[in-house]
Nanobody, 133 residues
């Protein structure tokens, strides 16, 4: 079964850090583009970052630049989102996704999922991140 499982979410104070993990099973992250998305209460899901491990092509949303870093450990078949200097506006459910088409993944991450002609192939269940004092 093709599956993504997120972990590492939780509550943190403003300025704090968290690392989210996205463990893949049933497929190799070597062959897929992996992305992180988030959905805040009352808002549409938006792209955070994506990466293609075959050539390390990466994209980070403007709000993530300088604070969030996405990485992949191919040996563990796991992707990570390292989040620093967290703000209350970062409160959201964070999802990882996988797709064999980096173009589709990047378009979804930059322009939104409505701009692609099919859903991304694999989604995790989501991990809640709450930033509050």
């Amino acid at each position: 079964e093709v599956q993504l499982v997120e972990s590492g979410g939780g509550s943190v104070q403003p300025g704090g850090s968290l690392r989210l993990s996205c463990s893949a099973s049933g497929f190799s992250v070597d062959d897929y583009a992996i992305g992180w998305f988030r959905q805040a209460p009352g808002k549409e899901r938006e792209g955070v970052a994506c990466i293609r491990s075959s050539d390390n092509s990466t994209y980070h949303a403007d709000f993530a630049m300088g604070r969030f870093t996405m990485s992949i450990n191919n040996a563990k078949n796991t992707a990570y989102l390292h989040m620093n200097s967290l703000k209350p506006d970062d409160t959201a459910v964070y999802y990882c996704a996988a797709d064999r088409d980096m173009g589709q993944m990047t378009l979804a991450a930059i322009m939104g999922e409505r701009t692609i002609n099919r859903p991304l192939e694999v989604w995790g269940q989501g991990s809640l991140v709450t930033v509050s004092s």
